[in-house]
């Protein structure tokens, strides 16, 4: 079992940079793939990033690539979500998954589904 725990938001203006992360506890972090979700107000949760077991696989939706960096650190048992050039748009609580297994793809790593354990989530507000 992996406990995730989130930290970094916070509010800040358009075009500044804030650096998410999300710590797990438990064992064998390193053979789960994680990802990052966000959720808006009256909107479903949206897939933001994910990182493969070694950190050598990523994926980003369109809208935060060239702009959010996704990356792991296994000794420590972390992830972090670089946000650069913040837009309003990216208002929302941002989410920490992990999905146990070294399977990597796209076909499944955006759908929230896919992924078994959950962080509590931390708010992330940019003002215009």
């Known amino acids: 079992q992996v406990q995730l725990v989130e930290s970094g938001g916070g509010l800040v203006q358009a075009g500044d940079s804030l650096r998410l992360s999300c710590a797990a506890s438990?064992?064998?972090?390193?053979?789960?793939?994680m990802g990052w979700f966000r959720q808006a107000p009256g909107k479903e949760r949206e897939f933001v990033a994910a990182?493969?077991?070694?950190?050598?696989?990523?994926g980003y939706v369109d809208s935060v690539k060239g702009r959010f960096t996704i990356s792991r650190d296994n000794g420590k048992k972390m992830v972090y979500l670089q946000m650069n050039s913040l837009k309003p748009e990216d208002t929302a609580v941002y989410y920490c998954?992990?999905?146990?297994?070294?399977?990597?793809?796209?076909?499944?790593?955006?759908?929230?589904?896919?992924?078994?354990?959950w962080g509590q989530g931390t708010q992330v507000t940019v003002s215009s």
């Open positions: 998954a992990a999905r146990s297994g070294t399977y990597f793809s796209a076909s499944w790593y955006a759908s929230p589904g896919s992924y078994t354990y």
């Open positions: 990182i493969s077991v070694s950190g050598g696989s990523t």
């Open positions: 438990g064992r064998s972090f390193s053979t789960y793939s």
